[in-house]
Each structure stands twice: as structure tokens, then as C-alpha cells.
T-cell receptor
Framework: AQKVTQAQTEISVVEKEDVTLDCVYE???????LFWYKQPPSGELVFLIR??????QNEISGRYSWNFQKSTSSFNFTITASQVVDSAVYFC???????????????FGRGTQLTVWP | DAGVTQSPTHLIKTRGQHVTLRCSPI?????VSWYQQVLGQGPQFIFQ???????GRGNFPDRFSARQFPNYSSELNVNALLLGDSALYLC????????????????FGPGTRLTVL
């Protein structure tokens, strides 16, 4: 079974604080992809990052960074020096890749509502 | 280039009615997927189409059906609407099925918000 857990339902921070959004996943597939999407109030899901199960290198993109740890089945997302425009719902998603899986199908967590106050 | 477009933006129906939601993928994209997002939850996979063939179906009743046209646009149909069908319906497109490369990213449309009264 495929499962993504985002235990933090809501997080509130003040502008310029750092914030980490947690994501824990479950899968029996040996090959899989992990994603983070941002959903602003407009509703459209915006792609942020993709990692495959064989690449555990952390990644940094501007104020965003991602920590993938296969040993703990976690793929956490950190925003450094948060800004009001970062306020949105953030989703972690899993796409399994072994034989029999529906390629490209995304399994989403329930999302974390991030509010950044000025 | 235009992104994924969906119509209508909002829709209000009553129980028992039928609804058709439409999606136009990004030009050149051949794969379209549909997701249902109930308020406060993450999107749930409904269907995936690639080259006009159904390639995947989620755990939804037969009241839900879809199809993909020769121009790769897609329709999602829901019959005998229930109150529980009220949700944001998201369409996503990608070049292929795999999402393994930067060119394969699944791009989402703004969604159709369906309210069933």
C-alpha cells in the first residue's frame, strides 16, 4: 500500500522565521518518486520538486531546501527566511514505479497549511 | 504557452444530476489525469489517460467515467451526483506517463469546484 503522512495540519510563523514541513511515506516499491506541491488559495497545484528513490542528495533552491532520508522514509521541506507569499497549503506526494503500478499516479498527503504573518 | 485549462470554474448541481467537467492539457502533452480534492484533504486519484486510452483508475464508483479525445483534451463525467461528490476536481497533464524527467512534470489546472446540494 502507498501512503503519505503529513502530521502537521497547520503551521504559523512570523516572517523571516525558518519553517520545516514534515513528510513521511510508506511504499513497498523499490523505485518511486517523491514530490512537493504548493497550493495557493487559487487552488492550482504548483510543482516544487521531484526526487527519485535512488537519489538521497539534499537539494537547495533559493530559500527552499529538501531533506530526503530513505532510512526514515522522510522527505522534509524547509523554507528559510519565510515570506508572506509562502502562505499556502503544501502537499507531499509519492509516485510508485514498480511493475504493476500506475505510472505517474500521485498519492498525496493531507497537506500542511502554512501561514506566514508579517 | 497556455497552461492546463479547466471548465467550468464553478458548478452547482443537485443530488441525482449528472455533470461533465472538461480539461485541455498543455499543448503537446498526451497524458491527462483527474483528481478529486475534498475540502481539507489531499487530492485523490480518479483516472489517468494516455494516448486516448485509460491507463489507471482509482477507487471510485462506476458513476465516475472519463474519456480522452484525439486532441488529448479530456472529460470527466459523474452520474447520479451525491452530496459527497462536492469537491475541487483537478486535471493534470504531462508529456508522457512517467514523470521521471524534468520534461515529464505533471502540471495541474486551476480545478473545477463542484457543489452538490
Amino acid at each position: 500500500a502507498q501512503k503519505v503522512t503529513q502530521a502537521q495540519t497547520e503551521i504559523s510563523v512570523v516572517e523571516k522565521e525558518d519553517v520545516t514541513l514534515d513528510c513521511v511515506y510508506e511504499t513497498r516499491d523499490t523505485t518511486y518518486y517523491l514530490f512537493w506541491y504548493k497550493q495557493p488559495p487559487s487552488g492550482e497545484l504548483v510543482f516544487l520538486i521531484r526526487r527519485n528513490s535512488f537519489d538521497e542528495q539534499n537539494e537547495i533552491s533559493g530559500r527552499y531546501s529538501w531533506n530526503f532520508q530513505k532510512s526514515t522514509s522522510s522527505f522534509n521541506f524547509t523554507i528559510t527566511a519565510s515570506q508572506v507569499v509562502d502562505s499556502a497549503v503544501y502537499f507531499c506526494a509519492l509516485s510508485p514505479y514498480d511493475r504493476g503500478s500506475t505510472l505517474g499516479r500521485l498519492y498525496f498527503g493531507r497537506g500542511t497549511q502554512l501561514t506566514v504573518w508579517p | 504557452d497556455a497552461g492546463v485549462t479547466q471548465s467550468p470554474t464553478h458548478l452547482i448541481k443537485t443530488r441525482g444530476q449528472h455533470v461533465t467537467l472538461r480539461c485541455s492539457p498543455i499543448s503537446g502533452h498526451k497524458s491527462v489525469s483527474w483528481y478529486q480534492q475534498v475540502l481539507g484533504q489531499g487530492p485523490q486519484f480518479i483516472f489517468q489517460y494516455y494516448e486516448k486510452e485509460e491507463r489507471g483508475r482509482g477507487n471510485f464508483p462506476d458513476r465516475f467515467s472519463a474519456r480522452q479525445f484525439p486532441n488529448y483534451s479530456s472529460e470527466l463525467n459523474v452520474n447520479a451526483l451525491l452530496l459527497g461528490d462536492s469537491a475541487l476536481y483537478l486535471c493534470a497533464s504531462s508529456l508522457t506517463l512517467t514523470q521521471t524527467t524534468s520534461t515529464d512534470t505533471q502540471y495541474f489546472g486551476p480545478g473545477t469546484r463542484l457543489t452538490v446540494l
